[in-house]
Antibody, heavy 118, light 107 residues
Framework: QLQLQESGPGLVKPSETLSLTCTVS?????????WGWIRQPPGKGLEWIGS???????YYNPSLKSRVTISADTFKNQFSLNLSSVTAADTAVYYC???????????WGQGTLVIVSS | DIQMTQSPSTLSASVGDTVTITCRAS??????LAWYQQKPGKAPKVLIY???NLESGVPSRFSGSRSGTEFTLTINSLQPDDFATYYC?????????FGPGTRVDIK
């Protein structure tokens, strides 16, 4: 069964880079599928950050594109999110996900809260 | 970018009611739309994909439909477990966008 698990610091200082990793179990990310990140500020809605296919192709939310990088480590079966120059507005629960074509986004990781504060 | 709107933003209902949530896309997205249910502290869960296809394991009281760029999620005979927030999401392009959400709470 495919499962995703986020990991990374829960606290990041303003202007620094937020870095999260998603560990995938039950499937080799080098075999295919898109993989991505979505975030949700406390008490607010869902915002798609971006998606990646085998590190060959990436799609980013235009509003975040200048600060976002999504990449893969196929040896570790992980993919990562880097978000630079963070501010308090980047405080959110970050989910790693698999965009599953016609079937929507499934599964989702459990989410990890990242707070941007000095 | 494709913008998604949802109405209402909040809906108060009772167990046994039938509720309807509407989602509109700013341009044609064919039937490339999914509905999600989210409970506090949990990740969203897909209910409906391709506008009207019920995800495996989701109760049949949930249904989805499409008319042009307007999409509807209907919950028949609302159950206590259904009080949650619901989001629509378009995937017609790889630049995914979500609706702002509809919270269904107890009247």
């Amino acid at each position: 069964q495919l499962q995703l698990q986020e990991s990374g610091p829960g606290l990041v200082k303003p202007s620094e880079t937020l870095s999260l990793t998603c560990t995938v179990s039950g499937y080799s990310i080098s075999s295919g599928y898109y993989w991505g990140w979505i975030r949700q500020p406390p008490g607010k809605g869902l915002e798609w950050i971006g998606s990646m296919y085998r590190s060959e192709t990436t799609y980013y939310n235009p509003s975040l594109k200048s600060r976002v990088t999504i990449s893969a480590d196929t040896f570790k079966n992980q993919f990562s999110l880097n978000l630079s120059s963070v501010t308090a507005a980047d405080t959110a629960v970050y989910y790693c996900v698999r965009p599953y074509g016609d079937y929507g986004i499934d599964p989702w990781g459990q989410g990890t809260l990242v707070i941007v504060s000095s | 970018d494709i913008q998604m709107t949802q109405s209402p933003s909040t809906l108060s209902a009772s167990v046994g009611d039938t509720v309807t949530i509407t989602c509109r896309a700013s341009q044609s997205i064919s039937n490339n739309l999914a509905w999600y249910q989210q409970k506090p502290g949990k990740a969203p869960k897909v209910l409906i994909y391709k506008a009207s296809n019920l995800e495996s394991g989701v109760p049949s009281r949930f249904s989805g439909s499409r008319s042009g760029t307007e999409f509807t999620l209907t919950i028949n005979s609302l159950q206590p477990d259904d009080f949650a927030t619901y989001y629509c999401q378009q995937y017609n392009t790889y630049l995914f966008t979500f609706g702002p959400g509809t919270r269904v709470d107890i009247k």
